[in-house]
């Protein structure tokens, strides 16, 4: 079965920092593009960054450019995203997303997300 | 950045309606637009990719159409599980930026 798990939210003070994994299986994890996308309660999505198969390629929303920083480590299927120096308005819902497609607007998969809250 | 201009931001319509919703990119984007649904507490479902292929699984019902800045969604029929949230997404250029979201409600 194709999956994606993201661990690693919970609970963090302004100006902290917290690492997202995701974890995937049942597909072959090095040949795809991988994203971060998140939501904030109540609000709509926001694509976060984009990382390509080979980690060559990489970027980021404005909005969290210089702050976070994504990664994966295809040798164990794995997706991240460090964040660092965060504010109330990254709390949100954080998905990583599989592209099925480049250039397509095609996110197939997604894992059931994990929820970071920055308050003090 | 590219903006998506989402409309309406909420529709209600009945069981058996067909229903329409647009996408308006700020420039060009060729059809590189996906549309996703999204229903409370859920991860979401990707519906429809290089603005008119359908996703396999996804019922016949929907269908999406359009290239360069104007792109539509339709449901031809509406059935009680669809009522839901959708968004439209493009990928032609980074950022990334997704639609504001249409809430689907039943009438």
């Known amino acids: 079965e194709v999956e994606l798990v993201e661990s690693g939210g919970g609970l963090v003070k302004p100006g902290g920092s917290l690492r997202l994994s995701c974890a995937a299986s049942?597909?072959?994890?090095?040949?795809?593009?991988m994203n971060w996308v998140r939501q904030a309660p109540g609000k709509g999505l926001e694509w976060v960054s984009s990382?390509?198969?080979?980690?060559?390629?990489?970027y980021y929303a404005d909005s969290v450019k210089g702050r976070f920083t994504i990664s994966r480590d295809n040798a164990k299927n794995s997706l991240y995203l460090q964040m660092n120096s965060l504010r109330a308005e990254d709390t949100a819902i954080y998905y990583c997303?599989?592209?099925?497609?480049?250039?397509?607007?095609?996110?197939?998969?997604w894992g059931q997300g994990t929820m970071v809250t920055v308050s003090s | 950045a590219i903006q998506m201009t989402q409309s309406p931001s909420s529709l209600s319509a009945s069981v058996g309606d067909r229903v329409t919703i647009t996408c308006r990119a700020s420039?060009?984007?060729?059809?590189?637009l996906g549309w996703y649904q999204q229903k409370p507490g859920k991860a979401p479902k990707f519906l429809i990719y290089?603005?008119?292929s359908l996703q396999s699984g996804v019922p016949s019902r929907f269908s999406g159409s359009g290239s360069g800045t104007d792109f539509t969604l339709t449901i031809s029929s509406l059935q009680p599980e669809d009522f839901a949230t959708y968004y439209c997404?493009?990928?032609?250029?980074?950022?990334?930026?997704f639609g504001q979201g249409t809430k689907l409600e039943i009438k």
């Open positions: 997303a599989k592209v099925h497609i480049e250039a397509a607007g095609a996110l197939d998969i």
């Open positions: 049942g597909f072959t994890f090095s040949s795809y593009r």
């Open positions: 990382i390509s198969s080979s980690s060559t390629y990489i």
């Open positions: 420039q060009d984007i060729r059809d590189d």
């Open positions: 290089a603005a008119s």
């Open positions: 997404l493009q990928d032609y250029d980074y950022p990334c930026t």
